[in-house]
Structure formats: structure tokens, C-alpha cells
């Protein structure tokens, strides 16, 4: 894989897988343009070299080509003011050939949205997997899906993945394509790398102590991360709705609060894991507790082994926030994924803002952090302390694999 720094791209075409899948509202006014942003470091590079720049997207979930509620057409102008040049539709992505070959040094061109043809994704439409036909239907989208690829890198001299938010997903733009292109010219693009680079100081060059920090609803979706992170972390904090399996696991009366009863047997054994690996698994020692799932419920702060018949756990207590805060301010890696509290409601907020708090701190003492994973993201954005974290991950699902341990297709693809 190239570094993308190290390129000119003078009167080259250059195809960047981008992700532009960004919320519209119902007069298709973009409401939150981050992901454009994102973009921008490896935007500029391509054009400020010279290069003939071909963006790339997905844009949410059509069904149907063309599908008008998903086009990108409704960004076009947008993404125009924010590259402070014209840029080129085309509005069909597999009949772009005469636009692109008219392009000039410094061009920008859109095409529309890749979903629009089923081959991006390789899923069959219209076909349930039971019926009858599916099997021939993806038998033949397999080898459409080969065309569909071979016409998407034939636009193009390098090919540039900067969507870490589709990284996880083999799909035609996102993977596929770097078939067609010598490891001297495919790459990450700033976005993606910066992303790669963080991902790397939390699972391979890892300054210790190593703190991680699960939240979130529920321990079912966390389990291959918690695995994954007892053979990498010295500390792991489990917190939010997922504290009370474990409180249960251990013969604690949890009252209302949230509980996987199928899975006690499995809280039980990831104690157990996390004492055989010799990693410090801290859990909640008190809880803010509510007589109803609303922020003006009534609440009292106790014992999580302890929480009254009509109650249910909604954050951490004040005993918890420190206890958390003084592992989180002693580490010199921290992962935080997922809330410790219910933190959409600010009265429940409490709990999370000290573990934002605590990992501000650690960072300007030294300590690398990431943020990431959808709710987290929300949690610090919240709090206004995006800025003062080391990075805040713009992949949910992806980096969620990658911290599972898996490898990312679209970031393996890019070395072969
Ligand atoms: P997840 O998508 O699994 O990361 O879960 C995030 C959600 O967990 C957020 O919407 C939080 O409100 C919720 N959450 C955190 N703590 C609790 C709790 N004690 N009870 C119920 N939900 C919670």
C-alpha cells in the first residue's frame, strides 16, 4: 500500500471511495456535514496536486435505480461551496466514461449514488434467501458485480479508500475494486489512515497501563469485544445498562433494571476470564436508581447488589465516578466505548460526563485516547469534549470489528 503523502497525483485520475452518506432533511438539506469535512484533507490533496478527482459514495439504503429520495445530486452543490469548485454529476455511476475522460487538472466529479445498482453491496433484491431462485439470482449478481467493479476502476489511475465507516463491508467500492489496481496504487486516504494509526495504538502499540471502557444497553453486543480486549487490556471498565446481568450473575437483587437473564451463565465466565488473564474488571459499586425510565423520575443512589423491587439502575453513583475516574486518570491507553449511564437524559448524564472528564484529563497528562462506537461519539459531542480527547472515531461498526479483532476488508485489501 502507498502512502498517500508521498504522491503526486499531477494529471492522474484518481477514483476516492468516500462516505458522503450524510443526513438529509425532507427539503434534502444536508443537516450534518461532518463526513463531508472528513473528506477534505484527501480532497484537497488530489486537487492541489493537479490530479482529475472522482468521488464516490453511498448514500442510506435504496432499493431501486434511480431512487430519487437517495440521490446524491441533492449534495452536489453543497460539496461544491466546500471545495470552492464546480463539481461534475454523473448521474449514473456505471456511464460515466465520456464525463470522465473530459476532465481536466483540477476537476472534481460526483458520481451518483453506488447503491442505486444491487452489485455495490452483492445483495440480491427482491429475493428472500428462502425462495425459490435466490440461489441463481446470486449466483448471477456475483458476476455482475464483477463488471459492475471492473467499470468502477476503469475510471481511474490510483484508487483511494477513505471511508472508514463502510471499511467492515466487502463491497464493490469499498474492497472489491483494489483487485483491479498494483499495491503502488491503491491506499488509505488521510481519514482512513488516521483512523488505521489510532486503531493501532489501542490494539498493537499499546502504552500501558491499557484502560478500556465498555458501556452501552446490553453485554449480547459486546461480547466478542470484551473477549477480544481481556487479552489486551490491564483494566477493563464494564459499565452502563450491561452492569446489572452482572450484579444479577452474582446474586445481587437489580429491581426494574435492565438484565439479559440468558446471559448470567456468561457474565459469570467473563469474571472468571478477566481473573485467569489477571485483568483488573471493575464494575459499578454504586448506582443512581429510578422509579421510572424518564428524566424527572424520582431517585436515590445505592447499592447495585441492592436496588429496590420498583426501581431500575440509570447511571453510576458518586462513590462509582470517582472509582472509574481514578483507573481512567492512571492509564496511558483508554478505549471508551458505549455510555455508563441512560446520558440522553440529562439527569442520568452524571455518570458519563465524569468518564469524558476523567479521560480529558488523562489525555492532557499524556495519555492517548479514542472515542468511539455511535453512542459514545454522541456522548462526547454532548459534552462539547470532542476536542480534547487524542481521536474520536467516525466508524461505529468498523472500528467495533477492528476492536473485535477482525480484519477490515477494506483496509486488507489495500496490501495485497
Ligand atoms: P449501545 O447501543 O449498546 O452502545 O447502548 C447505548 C445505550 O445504552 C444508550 O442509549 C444509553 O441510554 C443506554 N444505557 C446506558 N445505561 C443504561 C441503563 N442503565 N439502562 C438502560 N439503558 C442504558
Request: charged share 30%; net charge negative.
Amino acid at each position: 500500500m502507498k502512502n498517500i503523502e508521498q504522491l503526486n497525483f499531477e494529471d492522474k485520475r484518481v477514483i476516492v471511495r468516500v462516505d458522503f452518506n450524510v443526513p438529509l432533511d425532507e427539503n434534502y438539506n444536508i443537516t450534518d456535514d461532518t463526513r463531508i469535512r472528513a473528506a477534505m484533507p484527501t480532497i484537497n490533496k488530489v486537487i492541489n496536486d493537479g490530479g482529475m478527482l472522482i468521488l464516490m459514495s453511498h448514500l442510506g439504503r435504496p432499493k431501486k435505480n434511480p431512487d430519487e429520495k437517495y440521490s446524491l445530486k441533492h449534495i452536489v452543490n453543497y460539496l461544491g461551496q466546500v471545495i470552492g469548485k464546480e463539481v461534475i454529476f454523473a448521474d449514473d455511476c456505471m456511464k460515466a466514461a465520456e464525463k470522465i475522460a473530459a476532465m481536466k487538472a483540477g476537476d472534481v466529479l460526483l458520481l451518483e449514488n453506488l447503491r442505486f445498482y444491487a452489485e455495490e453491496e452483492g445483495k440480491v433484491r427482491g429475493i428472500e434467501k428462502e425462495e425459490e431462485g435466490y440461489d441463481e439470482a446470486k449466483k448471477a449478481l456475483k458476476e455482475s458485480q464483477k463488471e459492475f467493479t471492473k467499470t468502477l476502476a476503469s475510471y481511474a489511475d490510483y484508487y483511494v479508500n477513505d471511508a472508514f465507516g463502510t471499511a467492515h463491508r466487502a463491497h464493490a467500492s469499498t474492497a472489491l475494486i483494489a483487485d483491479y489496481f498494483d499495491a503502488d496504487h491503491k491506499m488509505c486516504g488521510f481519514l482512513m489512515g488516521k483512523e488505521v494509526e489510532a486503531i493501532d495504538k489501542v490494539m498493537k502499540d499499546i502504552k500501558r497501563p491499557f484502560t478500556a471502557i465498555m458501556g452501552g444497553s446490553k453485554v449480547s453486543t459486546k461480547i466478542d469485544i470484551i473477549e477480544n480486549l481481556l487479552n489486551k487490556v490491564d483494566n477493563l471498565i464494564l459499565c452502563g445498562g450491561m452492569t446489572y446481568t452482572f450484579k444479577k450473575a452474582l446474586g445481587g437483587n437489580i429491581g426494574k433494571s435492565i438484565c439479559e437473564n440468558d446471559k448470567l451463565d456468561l457474565a459469570l465466565s467473563l469474571l472468571q476470564e478477566a481473573k485467569d488473564k489477571g485483568v483488573n474488571l471493575v464494575l459499578a459499586e454504586d448506582a443512581v436508581v429510578a422509579d421510572n425510565f424518564s428524566n424527572d423520575a424520582n431517585t436515590m443512589v445505592v447499592d447495585p447488589m441492592d436496588i429496590p423491587e420498583a426501581y431500575e439502575g440509570m447511571d453510576i453513583g458518586p462513590k462509582t465516578r470517582e472509582m472509574f475516574g481514578d483507573v481512567i486518570r492512571s492509564s496511558k491507553t483508554i478505549l471508551w466505548n458505549g455510555p455508563c449511564g441512560v446520558f440522553e437524559f440529562d439527569n442520568f448524564a452524571n455518570g458519563s460526563r465524569a468518564i469524558a472528564e476523567a479521560i480529558v484529563e488523562a489525555t492532557k497528562n499524556g495519555a492517548f485516547s479514542l472515542i468511539g462506537g455511535g453512542d459514545s461519539v454522541a456522548c462526547i459531542n454532548k459534552f462539547d469534549m470532542a476536542n480534547d480527547v487524542s481521536y474520536v472515531s467516525t466508524g461505529g461498526g468498523a472500528l467495533l470489528e477492528a476492536i473485535e479483532g477482525k480484519e477490515l476488508p477494506g483496509i486488507a485489501k489495500l496490501k495485497d
